[in-house]
C-alpha cells in the first residue's frame, strides 16, 4: 500500500507538470497580451506592466517561463491580485467555507443518491423505477445555476424554509443546507441511476444466490453483499465527478453570495483579475488531482481485487 | 462444535423449530414442476420430478444442460428468481414439512442448517469482495448469534477440516487469492458449516482440473460419511458419479427417465438415453473405436415434442413413441424407467 | 457534465462481422426499438424545435430582442408580452426565442470539432498503437485532469478582446475553448473502440489479404464504433450548451450585446424577489434545449443496447 501511494504520487507529477504547463500556455502562450484584462477595463500603467513582466518572465524564453512559473507555484506562490494581495493569502481564508460546502453536497448527493439508487433497483421495472429514470433525467438537463435560482426563489424567497443567501463571512450548517443540495443534485441523479444499474446488474450474480442459499436475510443479501459490490463504480464515479463540483461551487457560491473560493473566483472574473482568476484555477485543479488520487487508493480499499503492490 | 453427530437425536436451532426425519428419510419430491414464464412463451423445466433421499444416501441427478437438474436443485433450495420461475404444482417436504407452503422467514432459516448448496463456479459464487473466513463465519453469526472472533475461530477449524493449508493465515485473504479447488473446499467449508441433513452439490468439479475434481469428491464422499448427511449431487459426468452416488436418477426434459442403483445402472441401462450417455463416455478398454455420441439436441423447453420427449433423438423409436408418453415404471423389482421399450433396452 | 455523462456510458459491443448486410439489420432493429420509444419522439420534437429557432427565429415571433421599451420594464407576463419583460424592457419571449441560437450554434460546433479531433485521435491512437497511443494517451490525461468548466474559464479569460469583436467571433471563442479542452473523452471511446475491433479475425484477414489502413477504417472500423461515437456525442452536446450557458452566467463566455440565456439569467437573479419571471423563462428554454439532447443519446443508447435497461 505505501508504496503504491508513492508511486501513484510519482505518476502524478507528470500530470501536474502538464496541467500547469497547459494552464500556463492558456494563459500566456494564447495569441494577445497577457496583460490585457489583468487591470481591469483600463489598460495598465506602464510600471506595472514592466513589474508585470518581471514578475512573470515573460521577457525569457518560453521553457524558463514556465520553469520559473512552476517553481514559484512549487513555493505556493500563485500570483497577486491587481491589488498586491496575495492569491495564496485569499485563498487560505476561503477555502474552509468551500470544503465545507463540496463535503456537505457530496454527503448530500451520495447519501440520498445511493437510497434512490437502491430502491429503484430492487423493484426494477415498477412505476417508481420509471417515474425516477425519466426524473433524474429531467434534473440532469438542468444547468447548475438554473437550480440554484429556481431553489433560491421557491424554497428561500416563496417558502422561507431556507436563508436566501448567506450573509456572514463563516456561514452555518444550516445557512449552507440549501447551496449543498443545489450542488449536489445533478450529480445526485446520476448517482442514483449508476446505482440502480450497478445493483440491478449484482442482484443477478452468483454470490448473491449464494448469500440466499446461505439463508441470510434479503435485507442482507441485497443491503451488504450485492450493495457492497454495487459501490465501487459508484465511489469512483464521485471522485471523477469532484471537478463538476468544483465547477459547480463556483456557480452555486456567486447565486447564493457564499464568501468561499468559488464566490471569490466568480468576482475575480467580473473584477477581470485574471492573476486571481488562474490561480485560484490553478489550486482548484491540482485539488482535483489529489482527490483522484484518494479515490484511487479508496477503490483498492473496496475492492480487493485491485492489487496494489 | 463437534465434527460428528449422532443421527437419530434432532439438532438444537436458534430458530426453535426442530426437524426431526422419520425412519431416516429426510427429503421427500413429490410430483415437481416449475415453469419458466418468459415474454416468447412459457417453459416447462421441471414436469412432474418424485423422488426421496434418506439420511446418509447420496442420488446423482444426471442429465444434459439444460434438462432441468440445477433447476431442481434450486427450487429444493428455494433460490429460484420468481418470476419469472413459477411452482405450479408438486411438494417438497424436508423431514414431513412443505418447504414450498412454509413461510419465508422459517424456510429462510432451514437454508444452511437444514440443506445447503455448493455451486459450480466458486469463484463467482464467493463475494469477491470479503475474506473467505468472514464469509464462512458469517453463517455461524447469522444462523447461531455466535459472536465475530469465535465465529471466526470455528472458520478457521472449517477450513482445516476441509485440509485448506496454513487455514490460519489465510482465513483473511481474499477468494481471488486461492486456486480454484481451494475456493470449491471454502464453498464447501461454508455449506457443512452448519451440520446440514441435505448437502446439494450443482456440479461442484465441472470447473476444475481432473486431478482436483477428484480430491473434491473424494473430500465430499468422506463428510457425507462422517456427517450421514443426505447427498443430491448434480452433474452430467456420468464419470464422476460412479465412486460417490447410491442411485442415479438420470433427467432429460424435465423428466427423470430412469432411476436405479448406479452398479445396476452401469451394467445394465434401461433406457435408450442412459445407453447413448454411457456409450459416450470414452474407455480404455475400447481403443480404436468410434465415440457413439447421442445426435440431434435436446428439446426446446417451450416445444416438448409429443410422446416420448427422446424419440426424435432415440434409435429405437416407433410410432407408439411419438404417440404416447411413457410413464416411469417399475420394469425389474427396483428399476424404474420410463421407456416403452424398457425390457427389451435392459436385456439388450 | 459532460465528462459525467461519458462516464455512463460505456463501449458497445464489438459485433461479430462488418459485412453491409449485418449493419443494416443492426440499424433497422435500432430503428424499430427507437419508433416505438415515446421518449424518442419527445427528444426528436425538442431538437427539431430548438434547431428551428436557432435558424429561422422570425419564425416564432416578429418582436426584436433588442427592441428595449424601458417605460414597460419589468412588465409581468400578459401584460402586452407573452412572457413579459426585464429590466433592459427586453421582451423575455423574443429574447428566449432568439437565444436558442448561441446555445445551439456552440452545441452543433462543439460537438463537431470534439467529434473531428477526438475521434481522429483516438483513432490514431488505437490503429498505431505503440508510440502514437503512449504520446496521445497521455496528453489525454493531462486535459482530462482539468475539469471542462475550470479550464474553459481560464482558457477564456486569457483571450485577447479580438475575440469579442463580433457575434461569431464570440461563438467561435466559447467553442474553441470547449473543444481544446473537451476532445480527450471522444478520443478515449474512439480508442477502445478501435482496440475491440482490432484484432478480430475479419479485420486481420482484411490486412492479410492487403487492404489499405483507410479502407479498414472505413469498412470495419468506423462502423463499429460509430454508434457510442453518437450517443455519446449527442449527450455531450446538450452539456456543452449547458456550460456555454453556466460560462455566459459567470460572465465569461458569450457577451452583450449577444442574446444568451446564460447572460438573461444572469441578468435575472439580481431581480429574483420581486420579477420571478425573468429568471424562469430563459431557465426553461435552456433545460427543455438540453434535456432534448441528453434525452435523445438515452434512447438511442436503449436501442443499440437493450441490455442497459
Known amino acids: 500500500m505505501g508504496t503504491y501511494v508513492i508511486r501513484r504520487l510519482l505518476q502524478m507529477i507528470p500530470v501536474i507538470l502538464g496541467a500547469t504547463f497547459l494552464i500556463f500556455t492558456m494563459v500566456f502562450a494564447l495569441p494577445g497580451d497577457p496583460l490585457a484584462g489583468k487591470c481591469g477595463e483600463r489598460p495598465c500603467p506602464p510600471a506595472y506592466a514592466a513589474a508585470f513582466r518581471e514578475k512573470y518572465n515573460l521577457n525569457d524564453p518560453l521553457p524558463i517561463q514556465y520553469g520559473k512559473y512552476v517553481g514559484n507555484l512549487a513555493q505556493g506562490d500563485f500570483g497577486e491580485t491587481t491589488n498586491g494581495i496575495k492569491v495564496i493569502d485569499q485563498l487560505k481564508a476561503r477555502y474552509p467555507i468551500t470544503a465545507k460546502l463540496a463535503l456537505m453536497a457530496l454527503a448530500f448527493e451520495a447519501i440520498v443518491g445511493i437510497t434512490v439508487g437502491v430502491f429503484t433497483g430492487i423493484k426494477k421495472g415498477g412505476f417508481l423505477d420509471n417515474l425516477v429514470l425519466i426524473s433524474t433525467l429531467v434534473v440532469i438537463s438542468i444547468p447548475v445555476f438554473v437550480v440554484g435560482g429556481l431553489s433560491q426563489y421557491f424554497l428561500g424567497v416563496k417558502l422561507g424554509l431556507f436563508p436566501v443567501t448567506v450573509t456572514s463571512a463563516n456561514p452555518s450548517f444550516y445557512q449552507l443546507m440549501l447551496p449543498a443540495m443545489v450542488l449536489g443534485s445533478i450529480s445526485l441523479a446520476y448517482i442514483s441511476r449508476l446505482t440502480r444499474t450497478s445493483l440491478v446488474e449484482n442482484l443477478r450474480s452468483d454470490y448473491v444466490r449464494t448469500a440466499t442459499a446461505k439463508g441470510l436475510r434479503r435485507r442482507r443479501s441485497i443491503g451488504l453483499h450485492a450493495l457492497r459490490n454495487s459501490l465501487i463504480p459508484v465511489v469512483t464515479f464521485i471522485g471523477f465527478d469532484f471537478g463538476f463540483l468544483l465547477g459547480g461551487a463556483i456557480v452555486t457560491e456567486a447565486i447564493f453570495n457564499i464568501p468561499g473560493v468559488g464566490g471569490y473566483l466568480f468576482r475575480s472574473i467580473r473584477a477581470r483579475d485574471g492573476a486571481s482568476v488562474v490561480g485560484t484555477v490553478t489550486v482548484l485543479v491540482i485539488v482535483f488531482l489529489f482527490v483522484n488520487l484518494l479515490v484511487d487508493l479508496l477503490y483498492g480499499l473496496l475492492d480487493p481485487r485491485i492489487s496494489h503492490d | ?348 | 457534465m459532460t465528462d459525467a455523462a461519458v462516464a455512463e456510458v460505456t463501449v458497445a459491443e464489438p459485433r461479430d462481422a462488418g459485412t453491409r448486410e449485418e449493419e443494416r439489420s443492426l440499424a433497422s432493429d435500432a430503428w424499430r426499438a427507437l419508433r416505438h420509444n415515446p421518449i424518442f419522439w419527445v427528444s426528436a420534437v425538442l431538437i427539431a424545435v430548438f434547431t428551428l429557432m436557432a435558424i429561422w427565429p422570425s419564425l416564432f415571433t416578429n418582436t426584436d430582442p433588442r427592441e428595449a421599451i424601458l417605460a414597460e420594464s419589468r412588465s409581468r407576463p400578459g401584460d402586452g408580452t407573452w412572457f413579459g419583460r426585464d429590466i433592459q424592457g427586453y421582451d423575455i419571449y423574443a429574447r428566449c426565442i432568439y437565444g436558442a441560437r448561441a446555445s445551439i450554434l456552440v452545441g452543433v460546433l462543439t460537438t463537431t470539432m470534439v467529434v473531428v479531433i477526438g475521434g481522429g485521435i483516438g483513432m490514431i491512437s488505437g490503429y498505431l498503437g505503440g508510440v502514437w497511443d503512449a504520446t496521445f494517451s497521455r496528453i489525454g490525461d493531462i486535459f482530462f485532469s482539468i475539469p471542462l468548466l475550470l479550464g474553459a474559464i481560464i482558457f477564456l479569460s486569457s483571450l485577447p478582446e479580438f475575440f469579442n469583436e463580433n457575434y461569431f467571433l464570440v461563438i467561435m471563442k466559447v467553442v474553441l475553448a470547449l473543444a481544446f479542452l473537451g476532445w480527450p473523452s471522444l478520443a478515449r471511446l474512439m480508442r477502445s473502440s478501435v482496440i475491440q475491433v482490432k484484432p478480430n479475425d475479419y479485420v486481420q484477414a482484411a490486412r492479410a489479404l492487403g487492404a489499405s489502413p483507410s479502407r479498414i477504417i472505413r469498412s470495419h472500423i468506423l462502423p463499429n464504433s460509430l454508434a457510442p461515437l453518437i450517443v455519446v456525442a449527442t449527450i455531450s452536446l446538450g452539456g456543452y450548451i449547458a456550460i456555454e450557458a453556466t460560462l455566459s452566467f459567470l460572465g465569461i463566455g458569450l457577451q452583450p450585446p449577444a442574446i444568451s440565456w446564460g447572460i438573461d439569467i444572469s441578468a435575472a437573479i439580481v431581480g429574483l424577489r420581486t420579477t420571478p419571471h425573468m429568471l424562469f423563462f430563459p431557465s426553461l428554454f435552456l433545460s427543455l434545449a438540453v434535456l432534448g439532447f441528453i434525452l435523445m443519446g438515452d434512447a438511442v443508447r436503449d436501442a443499440l443496447d437493450p441490455k442497459t435497461r
Open chain 2, 1 to 348: 462444535m463437534t465434527t460428528t453427530q449422532d443421527t437419530t437425536t434432532p439438532k438444537e436451532k436458534t430458530s426453535g423449530v426442530t426437524y426431526t426425519p422419520e425412519d431416516g428419510l429426510l427429503l421427500e419430491v413429490e410430483d415437481l414442476y416449475v415453469e419458466f414464464h418468459t415474454p416468447d412463451g412459457i417453459a416447462t423445466a421441471i414436469n412432474g420430478v418424485s423422488f426421496d433421499l434418506h439420511q446418509g444416501e447420496s442420488l446423482a441427478i444426471l442429465g444434459e444442460s439444460g434438462s432441468g437438474k440445477s433447476v431442481t436443485a434450486q427450487a429444493i433450495m428455494g433460490i429460484l428468481d420468481m418470476p419469472p420461475a413459477v411452482i405450479p404444482g408438486g411438494h417438497i417436504r424436508y423431514c414431513g414439512q412443505d418447504l414450498l407452503s412454509m413461510p419465508e422467514d422459517q424456510r429462510r432459516r432451514t437454508r444452511g442448517p437444514e440443506v445447503s448448496m455448493i455451486f459450480q463456479d466458486a469463484l463467482s459464487s464467493l463475494n469477491p469482495v470479503f475474506p473467505v473466513g468472514w464469509q464462512i463465519a458469517e453463517m455461524f453469526r447469522m444462523h447461531r448469534g455466535v459472536n465475530k472472533s469465535d465465529a471466526l475461530q470455528q472458520a478457521i477449524r472449517l477450513m482445516e477440516r476441509v485440509q485448506i493449508p496454513a487455514a490460519r493465515d489465510r482465513v483473511k485473504a481474499y477468494p481471488h487469492q486461492f486456486s480454484g479447488g481451494m475456493r470449491q473446499r471454502i464453498m464447501i467449508a461454508m455449506a457443512i458449516a452448519l451440520d446440514p441433513a441435505v448437502l446439494i452439490a450443482d456440479e461442484p468439479t465441472t470447473a476444475l482440473d481432473v486431478t482436483v475434481q477428484a480430491q473434491i469428491m473424494a473430500l465430499l464422499e468422506e463428510l457425507q460419511q462422517e456427517r450421514q448427511m443426505g447427498l443430491i449431487l448434480i452433474t452430467h459426468d456420468l464419470g464422476v458419479v460412479a465412486d460417490v452416488a447410491d442411485r442415479i436418477a438420470v433427467m432429460y426434459a424435465g423428466r427423470f427417465v430412469e432411476k436405479a442403483d448406479v452398479v445396476e445402472l452401469y451394467s445394465a441401462p434401461a433406457h435408450p438415453y442412459t445407453r447413448g450417455l454411457l456409450e459416450s463416455i470414452p474407455r480404455l478398454d475400447q481403443k480404436g473405436q468410434t465415440l457413439a455420441a447421442i445426435g440431434g439436441l435436446p428439446p426446446n423447453l417451450m416445444r416438448i415434442p409429443p410422446g416420448c420427449p427422446f424419440n426424435p433423438r432415440c434409435r429405437r423409436a416407433e410410432d407408439v413413441c411419438r404417440r404416447d408418453r411413457p410413464e416411469l415404471r417399475e420394469v425389474v423389482p427396483g428399476r424404474l424407467a420410463a421407456c416403452h421399450f424398457a425390457e427389451e433396452v435392459i436385456n439388450a
